[in-house]
């Protein structure tokens, strides 16, 4: 089954994809998340050009577990993504992606430059990786 994740960000949505086997994640691109009507439109692009069968979108949550005003966001965001797709949609827990991602680009070398165009897409596919291990 192949799984496309979401990064969700203020700025930027960061994307990343299973193969079809639903085994391996890939970091894909990041997608501007305004104005909303052109993330959306690119978003049906990927969905039907990769023959995605389930999205995961990372739900932001406190250290203790709780969620917070991050949260409340990602929820709306669901809802838009529900109103606009028939893709089945889950949350997925996405503490420490972003800075577990930035630190595996800094390991790579990647500069400071690079890296903020890329962490966005790394932490999705580190979400989809914790996601594709839990279920398998």
Request: glycine share 8%; proline share 4%.
């Amino acid at each position: 089954m192949r799984v496309l994740a979401l990064d969700h960000g203020t700025v930027r949505i960061g994307v990343a994809c299973s193969d079809p086997l639903g085994m391996i994640a890939t970091p894909l691109e990041f997608i501007p998340a305004d104005p909303q009507d052109k993330f959306l439109a690119r978003l049906g692009q990927l969905i039907a050009e990769r023959g995605v069968e389930q999205i995961i979108v990372g739900m932001p949550r406190n250290m203790d577990g709780s969620y917070g005003d991050a949260a409340k966001k990602v929820k709306v965001f669901v809802e838009v993504l529900r109103q606009h797709t028939s893709v089945p949609i889950r949350t997925w827990d996405e503490r420490l992606t972003s800075a577990q991602a930035n630190r595996q680009l800094i390991d790579a070398g990647v500069r400071r430059s690079g890296r903020k165009e890329k962490v966005d897409a790394a932490a999705a596919a580190i979400l989809l990786e914790s996601f594709l291990d839990a279920t398998s």
